[in-house]
């Protein structure tokens, strides 16, 4: 298999009804807290922000590496787009936008520091790395706040429209997550997608190929970092209050779950992730041991039953009706 070849679970296609079904379902499903309570609408807004989080995990995942730093990455685009706003006044938007840069500019020096670790040993520094990122911001209590966060942060205000409801942030939230998707969808639908796709497969061919393993994996950790970081920056802006508490190592774990759950060779994964596992601490509020213990019964069931996540589902059911056809 040559590097701008995908693998055969990847490129099944479903037929056209069948397509059309499921992209109605997805409307369906994007449309359908406009109609429910309050609550629902900020459990939506929150599964929103935890796909495009995810999604960066899935891109570095694709790649051959597995990051426990996501959750510091969200903390940086959210801490620098508050705080760039705040003390140097700086225009909403090029305070995001910076938000944005600085997680990237930061997971570029990362990478080129740690890229070259394989395994555990990268998951390790990451984890380390998050650790280090959620303590500095305990101890920076000048400027974060430390464990008392940052507080009454400015909504979004987009075209003088002011995004301080839940249904506004929604249809926001929404349009991000459509234009993460296609983009998302078609980077790995291109050359640069399947040169990535095959150094996680096999990186001494890709090598043998003239593609460089170590660039490709830095670019991904670069991108991930970056969608994070964007989602830290709409954090921010919906919930009005930033901690340190919000970006622990647990919330990466929460990410890694939905990746899995999810399936993190399909381009739906993360959404699919996303959407099912956000929901799910309200079921169980009130009993969090069990919580825990359906969490890891979950991750044991899908990678011993389905590895390839929840989205596999929908390409085994195509690939069968391709076969009847």
């Known amino acids: 298999m040559t590097p701008t070849q995908s693998t055969g679970a990847r490129n099944v296609s479903a037929p056209v009804g069948l397509r059309a079904l499921g992209f109605i379902a997805f409307a369906a499903i994007l449309i359908a807290p406009w109609f429910a309570g309050s609550f629902a609408q900020h459990l939506a807004i929150m599964a929103c922000l935890n796909m495009i989080a995810v999604t960066g995990l899935a891109i570095i995942s694709r790649s051959g590496q597995l990051s426990f730093a996501q959750a510091a990455f969200v903390a940086v685009g959210a801490y620098v787009s ?3 706003e705040r003390e140097l006044g700086l ?25 070259r670790l394989k395994g555990v040993y990268f998951v390790l520094v990451t984890f380390a790395f998050g650790e280090l990122m959620r ?29 301080d409801t839940r249904p506004k942030f929604y249809a926001f939230s929404v349009a991000v997550v459509l234009l993460v998707l296609v983009a998302f969808r078609g980077v790995f639908r291109r050359p640069l997608g399947h040169a990535i796709d095959s150094i996680a497969e ?4 890709a090598e043998s190929t003239g593609l460089s393993v170590f660039r490709l994996q830095v670019l991904a950790f670069i991108v991930g970092c970056g969608l994070a970081a964007l989602s830290g920056v709409l954090q921010a802006r919906y919930i009005g ?3 340190p508490e919000s970006f622990n190592t647990g919330v990466t774990i929460g ?29 169980f509020r009130g009993a969090v041991q069990t919580q825990y213990v359906f969490y890891g019964a979950a ?7 389905l590895p390839g996540g929840l989205a596999s589902l929908w390409q085994r059911y195509a690939g069968r009706k391709e076969k009847q056809s």
């Open 135 to 163: 303590l500095s911001l305990l101890d920076w209590s000048g400027l974060t706040g430390g464990a008392n966060g940052i507080t009454r942060i400015a909504p979004i205000e987009l075209f003088g429209l002011v995004l």
């Open 82 to 84: 508050v705080l760039t």
């Open 255 to 283: 990410f890694l779950i939905m990746l899995v759950i999810g399936g993190r060779a399909s381009v739906w994964g993360p959404f699919i992730g996303a959407l099912v596992m956000t929901p799910l601490p309200e079921l």
């Open 91 to 115: 225009n909403l938007w090029l305070a995001a936008l910076l938000g944005i840069v600085a997680a990237a500019v930061l997971a570029g020096v990362l990478g080129g520091i740690i890229l």
């Open 241 to 243: 209050y930033i901690s």
């Open 202 to 205: 096999n990186p001494a061919l």
């Open 299 to 305: 991750l044991i069931l899908i990678m011993r039953f």
